[in-house]
Structures are given as C-alpha cells and as structure tokens.
C-alpha cells in the first residue's frame, strides 16, 4: 500500500525555520517525481516545489522561491522542505504528493502537516 | 486571485448532473496542457479525479467525467449523491509561470 506520511510542522515564528519530512512506503520511491503543495487555511490548493526522481533538478513557485530548498534522500525514501524566513503567508498545510498519475496528476498525497507563522 | 478560476460554488439535488468549470488562458490550458481534477472531502488530503484531462484513474465512478476545449476544461458529475458534496479543484501547468497551477475551488453542495 503506497503511504506518504509527513513531519516536521509546527509553530514557528515570522523569520524562523522549519523543515519537513514525508516519508515513502509502498513503492520504488526513486522512480518518481515528487511535489509539495500546500493550502492556507479556508483557501485553496498551491503547488510549492517539485523535484525529480533522482533529485538532480528541483523547481519553485516564484513565492517560496529562494527562501525553501527541497530535497531527497532515497537512501531513506524521504523527500524534504527546507523553509527558512518564513511569513506569515506561509501557514498552512503542507502536503507531500506523488506524481505518478498517467498523465502527470498527483495520485497520492499524504496527510498534510501545520505549519503556523505567529509570533 | 487564481490563474485558473473557477465557481465558487454549485449545488444539485441527489441524482442530477452538475457541471464545474475551470476557465484558463494560452499559457495554461489554451497552450494545450493537460487538466486534472482533485476531489477534496472535509479534513481530507486531496484525491485525483480526472487525469490528462479526461481519463478517470482506477476506482474512479464513471459519474465523474472530464472535458477540454480552448481554454477552458469542465468536470461533470452525473447521478449526484451526498458523498459527492466536497470542494473540487482543477490544475494545470502554466508556461509563463513555470509551474503548476490550481483553480481556486469548487464547492459542491448536494442539496
């Protein structure tokens, strides 16, 4: 059974640093694209970072871009989201999302983790 | 404000067919990128509808059904049941961003 299980969130304040973990289960981890999407509280979806199979390429919204790094170890079948300076805009959960989808959809995402920006 | 937009919200009594739009432009759907749908139920994570477009992934009910044409993509579901109530999101990849792109959502009441 494919499971994505995320970590890390928390209450951080405005300028602080966070880093999330999502943890892979139940396929060849190392064969797929993986994303993070997030959505604020009340609001919609937000793609936020994609990064490739093999980790050699990543790719960032344009608002997160240069304050968040996301990573791969699969070694470990764990993807990452390094945020620093982080705002208050940033709060909301944080989803990890595999896309193995035929057409390129996400077709498993895990169960979301909180990350609140408040002093 | 989304780059795709969508209705805020529609609604349907059990058993008709309601339909969601999803309304882009020619660096998203009308440059020919494909749309996919999500299904999000009440404190959930997000589920994968319509894929490409307009195929249903396995175990996906055939009353969901998707379509595309220009700029635009549409979600119909035919046979409305309460479970069907959620919020609905398009998403497609956006040329001048870079990046993937979501509508703003759906909100399906089964009245």
């Known amino acids: 059974e494919v499971q994505l299980v995320e970590s890390g969130g928390g209450l951080v304040q405005p300028g602080g640093s966070l880093r999330l973990s999502c943890a892979a289960s139940g396929f060849t981890f190392s064969s797929y694209i993986m994303h993070w999407v997030r959505q604020a509280p009340g609001k919609g979806l937000e793609y936020v970072s994609a990064i490739t199979s093999d980790g050699g390429s990543t790719y960032y919204a344009n608002s997160v871009k240069g304050r968040f790094a996301i990573s791969r170890d699969n070694s470990k079948n764990t993807l990452y989201l390094q945020m620093d300076s982080l705002r208050a805009e940033d709060m909301a959960v944080y989803y990890c999302?595999?896309?193995?989808?035929?057409?390129?959809?996400?077709?498993?995402w895990g169960q979301g983790t909180l990350v609140t920006v408040s002093s | 404000q989304s780059v795709l937009t969508q209705p805020p919200s529609v609604s349907g009594a059990p058993g008709q067919r309601v339909t969601i739009s999803c309304t882009g432009s020619?660096?998203?759907?009308?440059?020919?990128?494909?749309v996919q749908w999500y299904q999000q139920l009440p404190g959930t994570a997000p589920k994968l509808l319509i894929d490409g477009s307009t195929n249903r992934p396995s175990g996906v009910p055939d009353r969901f059904s998707g379509s595309k044409s220009g700029t635009s993509a549409s979600l119909a579901i035919t046979g409305l049941q309460a479970e069907d109530e959620a919020d609905y999101y398009c998403?497609?990849?956006?040329?001048?961003?870079?990046?993937?792109?979501f509508g703003g959502g759906t909100k399906l009441t089964v009245l």
């Open positions: 998403q497609s990849y956006d040329s001048s961003l870079s990046a993937r792109v």
């Open positions: 020619s660096s998203n759907i009308g440059a020919g990128y494909d």
């Open positions: 999302a595999r896309v193995g989808g035929r057409y390129g959809g996400y077709d498993y």
